[in-house]
């Protein structure tokens, strides 16, 4: 397993906050995903063996709400 925290500005609204948390929890290889309105982190954890950072990322990305860094 593999836990990643990190800062997601686009993050504004409750409704941003569902959109990543349904989009990425539909990304093969998600366990967990925790999105905050208010401090706009969202935590994703995920099997090592189907799912990765870069495609959390990219799939972040695709939705319009890119990650901070990395
Ligand atoms: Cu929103």
Known sequence: MQTKTFRVPNITCAHCVMTIERELSELKGVTSVKADEKT????????EASASWHKV???LEEINYPPESQ
């Open 40 to 47: 706009k982190m969202v935590c994703v954890q995920w099997g």
């Open 57 to 59: 990322r990219l799939l």
